[in-house]
């Protein structure tokens, strides 16, 4: 399956991110997300919060977004947790970006649903392409990424090309 990659933690990295903080709309938006959570309980707004951060990162840099360390440190202070909880979030889920991609972040489920219906055509067809799974284009549009499932077995083969969700594939 996907080998995932690395979060980039490097001097560069940390020095562009280090001074991370929501934008006056995400702010209230962040703010809005954690009071839906009973007292004591706001920590479970953390995959909200790390979407909210991914898509200002995305926004920022012309991309769909990632979650740079500081950046995950930063919403795992806002909910007073510790770095390695909200870690284990962004590792765990294929939603998050743990490394910069393109401005189109096309992802392909490879379990074995979408598998046994073509998934390793659709995969072909973006090497056909110039897509290399793993990579980004070097023009910056375009990261190829094979996922675990992404929930839609019963129209297998499927693709998720940034939010929107592709079924029924054929090549």
Known sequence: MAD???????????????NFA??????EQAKQVIARYPEGRQQSAVMALLDLAQ????????TQGW??????????AQLDMPYMRAYEV???YTM????????????????????????????????NKGLVKGHTTPDGLFTLTE?????ACTNAPM????????????Y
Not at 55 to 62: D, L, S
Not at 98 to 108: D, I, L, S
Not at 110 to 119: E, H
Not at 147 to 151: A, D, R, S
């Open 96 to 127: 998050y970006n743990m490394a910069p991609v393109g401005r189109y972040h096309v992802q392909v489920c490879g379990t074995t649903p979408c598998m046994l219906r073509g998934s390793d055509d659709v995969l072909a067809a973006c090497k």
């Open 67 to 76: 979650l740079p360390v500081p950046v995950i440190e930063y919403v795992a």
């Open 159 to 170: 693709v998720q090309i940034n939010d929107d969700n592709f079924e029924d594939l054929t």
């Open 55 to 62: 898509r200002q990162v995305g926004a920022e840099t012309q």
């Open 4 to 18: 995932a990659p690395q979060i980039p933690d490097e001097a560069e990295v940390r020095a562009r991110w280090s």
């Open 22 to 27: 929501w934008t006056a709309e995400n702010a």
């Open 147 to 151: 996922v675990e499932c992404l929930g």
């Open 90 to 92: 962004v590792t765990f």
